[in-house]
């Protein structure tokens, strides 16, 4: 094989940054936006049993993703793991549709921060109303909020992995403690109560509907514990703690989004609670239902706490999608520019401004518009979950005869059964996406959006296959897994 040039990654993070990476990623804004959207859908009972399901299905899938860092400790997580079991022109697909839920997730994170700050101080928010996009006004001050944060979290992710790695870990901390507070609040004022969660299931739906639209966005939910093996090339520390740290963050984040719906929904009956969000057309309901028993002090509370939840997403995402964009630009299917690193601080800076200048474009179109292209997102990260549990379950063998794939593969029947339960999850994540009769099922502009990803796709592919294509697998090899043979 000719030397071709391999740029690495340095290896920088502590454990405990990548457990804050993963934490805060799952959570982001989601734990305080999304609650009464959530139980408007599937009722208190509903939102639990269907937010934490998909926290064990999640875990589920995390022994795939625990024995493929192990393995193969490189940035490029799905696109990698794709290349390793099924080739060359499926790990681009894995590759790209990832890159659309991480760029989703963190145009999102921004466009968060906006509808905080439209909540605190509406009339602030409100100055230079531009135009309408689906019914929401889009003014001058969201856009600068929302870009401002885009820019200032690319500069930090530039600076370094530690550096990232450190201030995550200090965000998920406040974030924690935030929510106990909201929960302890909650305890002690004697208003919210747990007769308030009834009916526990949306009335108008069948209670197995009810937990399944809500299993159906636990793959978007919890979005960020994949963010672990994009770090892996840095971790400093041994690669086969990286699953110990994957179910942590997924029991963090599962008790997490749990405790913020019960907090929600008990303030008073659900019901009552959301009619009064809709009479006052309120931004954000979760804000309207913790300062109706904490006062202002909730109010500051839970802002404290979605900023820093925001703030780990924009984080955690802007890491990912630049090492994802790295990873296939060091396999030669993107431009050239994707795997330079920084002369100063040696991180790819490319797809740090890449995706800051792709997101860069969202806040202008309003939050609602912005929601269609994230819902489709989800099957973006569930096309993800499949190609790396198909990888780990081509991997596992039941038996040692049956051992053909490759001296990567081991005998375990037991994680060959679970890394099936997670392929089984991942398919039927994308049923409820994309069946037209499942009661989770992507709106009419969602599925415009993923078809508008597609085409672009394959526009992206063909330009760029021929070289890709031309590289032998032992180049390619070389360049995905810093080794000639898998």
Known sequence: ????????????????????????????WGAFVLPTDWIGDAGPLGVVIGI??????MMIIGVSYGYLIKKFPVTGGEFSYAYIGYGRKLAFVAGWFLTL???????????ALALLAKFLFPEFAAMGTLYSVAEYDVSIVQILIASLALILF???????????????????IVLILGMVLLAYGAVISGEPSLTNLTPAFEPNKPAIASILTILAVAPFAYVGFDNIPQAAEEFNFESRKAFGLIIWALVA??????LMVIVTASTMPWQDLLTQI???????????????????????TIAIAICMGIFTGLNGFYLSASRLTFAMGRARILPNAFRALHSKYHTPYVGILFTMGVCLIAPWFGREALLWVVDMSSTGVAIA???????????FNWTEKSKKFNKASITAPGKKFLSLLGLISSISFLGLLLVPVSPAALGKESLIALSVWILLGILFYCFNSKRYNQLTEQELNYLILGKEKI
């Open 154 to 172: 690319a500069y930090f992710n530039i600076r370094g992995a530690g550096f990232s790695g450190k201030t995550q870990y200090v965000f998920s």
């Open 1 to 28: 094989m000719a030397e071709i040039e391999r740029k690495q990654l340095k290896k920088s993070l502590k454990p405990q940054w990548v457990w804050a990476i993963a934490f805060g990623s799952a959570i982001g």
């Open 101 to 111: 839920g991480y760029i989703c997730i963190v145009a999102l994170n921004a466009s």
């Open 385 to 395: 979950y499949f190609f790396c549990t198909a990888t780990a379950y081509k991997l």
């Open 52 to 57: 934490l399901l998909g926290a064990v299905l």
């Open 253 to 258: 984040a599962g008790l997490a989004y749990a």
């Open 278 to 300: 809709d009479n006052q057309n309120s931004v954000w309901g979760t804000g309207d239902a913790i300062e109706s028993y904490m006062g202002r002090a909730g109010v500051f």
